[in-house]
Every structure is written in structure tokens, then in C-alpha cells.
């Protein structure tokens, strides 16, 4: 098999993104999805493999900025659109295709690569660590009264057209990228996809409805959402599906889901991603009617490691030197020596001897303080070789905030 990778030419785009499609099942996407994917995708940072005339592998990169415990804001590469077509698979295309990205990443500057795998046993092999966890909800909302915190009679809310109120959720989201790791700051255009309403997207449910919380005329937080309803002999039990809800404070937020739960002929509110510090079940009386469920998020892959550690600050004072396998990136390997605090930390090549040993993977998943590395090293990915050094730093990693990826990409 000959095959050339190549960086995606504008005259190619279709036919690239047509056996995307395919090779996820041939669903055919609405002509509103495809425009946005277009407008969004990053030519220079998107691969094509071509077999003859005939696109057989495709990946590709948007730039965001991803926020790390400290709060700073790094710039990465968020790996995306990844396939292989049934004919060329398991001979390699996607370990080429990613060598080469990897290889970009770095040149471009960005210390870190993440992604959202389509099944998680894909990316270890090439370095990507799960680094943040989603919290998915199913509320019974018959059940648990709803949320009450002193100050929500104060919190107005205001039915909006999702598109025309826009630019008032982009802002409250821009104001919350750097309270949490994991969160985005992205290109203008991404905001297009949150209020994406596709009529046979919608899966039995209504229109998506819009609704944003005042505080002294300042908007301080939204609910998108749309509302499945459902009838039987003992009356009405509709859905409320939330898509995204964001708030600057707790009493937004609190105020946010007791206008969710309250609506009519509904009984249940579903939400699919939320950071698993969330409030909502400390909201509630039962936690258990919360429904919770955990799914793996966010994958990180530092494409160099000094740079990556240095970016965050720690919890507690840290000063350790860690043993870093990379074989995908071996301009990783060796010994790093960090030293951090909360306001801030270096990292740097070293000699002197290793007091932990671990892959770049366990790096990317200890990096936003999502998975504490005793974690990882009571399932045999890190080893102590320096009594104490694993439960001090695995502190020192912590992060406030837990890691939480707002949506995918
Ligand atoms: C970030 C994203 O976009 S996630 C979306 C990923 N895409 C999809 O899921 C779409 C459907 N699947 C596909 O398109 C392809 O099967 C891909 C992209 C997952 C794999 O492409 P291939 O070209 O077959 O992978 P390639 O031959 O380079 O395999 C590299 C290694 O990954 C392994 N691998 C590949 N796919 C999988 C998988 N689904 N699960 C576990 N391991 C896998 C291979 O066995 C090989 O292992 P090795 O290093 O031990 O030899």
C-alpha cells in the first residue's frame, strides 16, 4: 500500500469530510452542522492520508487554550476528526497520522495535545492520559425539591432566543475559563455550535429554549435547554434536557436549576456533562436521586513535558525529579527536576537522581489534578523510588477545582 499524508487543501474538504462521516457510520450530517465544521476547520493543522484519489485517513487540530491549575491559560492543540477508512485499517495510518500531529504540536509551540477519544483504549499508546472525568445526571425532580439558596428570589430570569442571546452567554462563559482546569478559550465561531438546534438532531424533544439569569440587570448565568415531553395513563412525565447551564455564582446557579426543575407536565431533568465537584447534588436532600454517573473526558498529552509542569502552579510546595518514559515523543525522556508552590513552578532537565518513575501518559493525567498519582501508583503506572516522595507530591498535583471539560470538540 502507497499512501501520502498531507496537510488538507481547501479543495479537498469535501470529500475529507465525507468519509469522516463515514467512517463514524455514514450519518448524513444536517447542511448547518457541515458549514459550521467547515468554517472551524484549521487547514494548515488538518491531515488527509490519500490512497490514489481516494481519502483514507483523516485528523485534525483546533487551537484553543486550555486552563491548568493556577489558573494560566496554555495554548494547545485539540486533536479532532480522527479516522481510517474500513479498507486501510490497523496498517498503521493512524500511528502515522499521529506521529506527524504530534511532531506539528511541537514545533508550533503548544505544550499540550487533548482530545475526546471515541473509545479510550485508542490514544495510550500514544501518550494521552485521561485527566478529567464528566458527572452525567438524571434528576427526579418528583421527588427532591429544588434547589434553595438564600438569595435566589433576588436572581431574575429571562426567556431569550438562544441565537440572539449569544453574545450575553459568550461573555458569562469567558468570564468562567479560568475558575476551573480543563476549561477552553476558544476561536470565535465555536459558540455557533452550543445553540446548534437540528430538527432531526432533536431525538423527540422540542426546540432549544434559552434562558438567562439576572442579577441587578447584569447576566450572570444561562440555561440551554429543550423539553422532551411524554404522556401516560398517569399523566404527563417530560424530560428537560439540559444542554449547558453556567453561572458566576452559586445563587445563579441555584436559582438556574430551580427554574429547571420547576417545569411543567416535566418530572425528570437530564444533563450530560458536569464537573463531578458539581453543586447540584449538595443542592438536593437525596443525592442518590441525583442519578450520577462517570464517564472519562478530557485526555492530555504533554508534547513537552518541561514545559507542560511548569505551566501550572501546585497546591503545596513541590520539589521533585521525576522519570519520564516517552517512546512516541522521546524528546521527553529522561529526568525532570520540579519545583513548585501555588504561585508558580519550574521544571528543567536534571541528573540528579529520580524519586519517581512514570510514563508521559500518567503526566497528562495527574497534570490538571483530576487523578492523584498515589491513584496511578496503586495501579502499578507510577513507582516511588524515593520513600515519600509519591503521597508529597501527589498533594502538591491536587487542584481546587476538579478538571472539567465544558464540551467537546
Ligand atoms: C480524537 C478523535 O477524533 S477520536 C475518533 C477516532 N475515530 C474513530 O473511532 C472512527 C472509527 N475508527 C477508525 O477510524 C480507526 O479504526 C482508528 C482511527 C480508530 C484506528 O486507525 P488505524 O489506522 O486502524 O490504527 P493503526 O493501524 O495506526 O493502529 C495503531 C495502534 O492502535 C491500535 N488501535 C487502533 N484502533 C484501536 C481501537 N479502536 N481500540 C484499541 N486499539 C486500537 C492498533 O491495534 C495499533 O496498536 P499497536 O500500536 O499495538 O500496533
Not at 521525576?322 to 524528546?331: G, M, S
Not at 503526566?363 to 523510588?385: D, H, I, K, M, Y
Request: glycine residues 10%; charged residues 25%.
Amino acid at each position: 500500500m502507497t499512501t501520502e499524508l498531507r496537510v488538507l487543501r481547501d479543495e479537498e474538504w469535501a470529500v475529507w469530510s465525507d468519509r469522516l462521516d463515514l467512517a463514524f457510520g455514514g450519518l448524513v450530517q444536517s447542511s448547518e452542522k457541515l458549514a459550521i465544521r467547515r468554517d472551524l476547520t484549521e487547514f494548515d493543522r488538518s491531515l488527509g492520508v490519500w490512497d490514489g484519489p481516494a481519502c483514507v485517513g483523516t485528523a485534525g487540530a483546533f487551537s484553543f487554550g486550555l486552563t491548568v491549575p493556577g489558573g494560566a491559560e496554555v495554548p494547545v492543540a485539540g486533536v479532532t476528526m480522527v479516522s481510517v477508512q474500513p479498507t486501510h485499517r490497523r496498517r498503521g495510518v493512524l500511528r502515522a497520522m499521529m506521529r506527524h500531529q504530534l511532531a506539528d504540536v511541537r514545533e508550533r509551540g503548544e505544550p499540550l495535545a487533548v482530545l475526546t477519544a471515541s473509545e479510550p483504549a485508542i490514544y495510550g499508546r500514544f501518550g494521552y492520559g485521561v485527566a478529567a472525568l464528566d458527572m452525567r445526571m438524571t434528576v427526579d425532580t418528583v421527588r427532591l425539591a429544588a434547589p434553595e439558596l438564600p438569595g435566589v428570589d433576588g436572581v431574575r430570569l429571562r426567556a431569550a432566543d438562544p441565537v440572539a442571546a449569544l453574545a450575553e452567554c459568550e461573555s458569562v462563559y469567558a468570564r468562567l475559563v479560568p475558575t476551573r482546569p480543563g476549561r477552553l478559550a476558544r476561536r470565535p465561531g465555536w459558540e455557533r455550535i452550543g445553540v446548534l438546534d437540528v430538527p432531526a438532531d432533536r431525538d423527540g424533544a422540542g426546540v432549544l429554549q434559552c434562558v438567562l439569569a439576572e442579577v441587578d440587570g447584569e447576566v450572570r448565568g444561562y440555561a440551554r435547554f429543550a423539553v422532551k415531553p411524554e404522556w401516560d395513563a398517569a399523566g404527563p412525565h417530560g424530560t428537560v434536557r439540559v444542554r449547558q447551564v453556567e453561572a458566576l455564582d452559586p445563587v445563579v446557579y441555584a436559582a438556574l436549576w430551580r427554574f429547571l426543575f420547576g417545569i411543567d407536565l416535566t418530572s425528570s431533568v437530564t444533563v450530560a456533562s458536569r464537573p463531578v465537584d458539581d453543586a447540584l447534588p449538595h443542592l438536593v436532600a437525596d443525592m442518590r436521586r441525583c442519578g450520577i454517573g462517570l464517564r472519562e473526558s478530557l485526555f492530555v498529552r504533554p508534547v513537552e513535558v518541561g514545559a507542560a509542569l511548569a505551566a501550572r502552579t501546585y497546591r503545596t510546595p513541590v520539589d521533585v525529579v521525576l522519570q519520564v518514559a516517552d517512546e512516541f515523543c522521546p524528546w521527553n525522556e529522561g529526568r525532570w527536576r520540579l519545583s513548585g508552590d501555588a504561585a508558580g513552578a519550574t521544571c528543567a532537565r536534571t541528573s540528579e537522581p529520580a524519586e519517581l518513575a512514570l510514563s508521559v501518559r500518567e503526566v497528562g493525567s495527574a497534570l490538571l489534578g483530576g487523578f492523584p498519582l498515589t491513584s496511578l501508583a496503586a495501579a502499578g503506572r507510577v513507582r516511588e523510588l524515593r520513600p515519600g516522595a509519591l503521597a508529597a507530591a501527589s498533594v502538591a498535583f491536587g487542584s481546587d477545582a476538579a478538571p472539567w471539560l465544558p464540551h467537546g470538540f
